[in-house]
């Protein structure tokens, strides 16, 4: 009884380590998607109206969510610290702490952070065009990738676990 016990939680613990990996793949795609769309806001913003870059991430707040309502609002508060930290700075140290995105999505962003609030209304517009273009492509890499190789984590999970158990029984 125990040995059957003990199988069968080898079993669960195997089959969750592969629905585990599979379901960070989603996370990832998830975050992408809520960057992309935080990213189209900040540009339907800078070509509608053009606020002031205070009032900007007020508006961007509460219409967006994820990563990129943690980007604007740790934006907003390091707009109330430009006297210890330039905008830039700040923006580049917001993108390292993101959560769910990879190294490749942090360096797509960073250089976003020269150039809002800077630059005419056009040339922000521009770069958060193609930033976000890039993002999506991304995304498309990513979604194609947890297609992929989700797949493949929750049935190695289920495999591996059913190896294990036949070695233990």
């Known amino acids: 009884m125990v040995r059957l016990l ?3 939680l080898v079993a669960g613990g ?8 599979a379901e960070d793949l989603k996370r ?4 992408l998607d809520a960057l992309v769309d935080g990213l189209s ?3 339907q913003e800078l070509e509608l109206d053009s606020p002031p870059l205070p009032e900007l991430m007020e508006r961007l707040i509460p219409r967006s969510a994820g990563p990129a309502r943690a980007l604007f609002q740790g934006c907003r508060e390091s707009l109330d610290c430009l006297s210890r930290e330039p905008f830039s700075q700040g923006w580049r140290r917001l993108t390292e702490t993101l959560p769910g995105l990879d190294g490749e999505t942090r360096r797509t962003l960073e250089p976003l952070g020269d150039v809002l609030g800077r630059c005419d209304w ?17 995304r ?3 979604e194609e990738r947890q297609c992929r190789q989700g797949k493949v984590y929750r049935a190695l ?12 029984l």
Do not use: K, N, P, Y
Request: aromatic share 4%; net charge positive.
């Open 6 to 8: 003990g199988a069968v």
């Open 41 to 43: 806001l900040l540009e």
């Open 28 to 31: 990832r795609v998830r975050a």
């Open 140 to 142: 498309v890499r990513a």
């Open 14 to 21: 195997a089959a969750w380590t592969g629905l585990s990996a």
């Open 122 to 138: 056009s040339e922000q517009r521009r770069r958060v065009d193609a930033i976000c273009r890039r993002v999506d492509e991304l």
């Open 157 to 168: 999970g289920a495999a591996g676990g059913a190896f294990l158990v036949i070695l233990l």
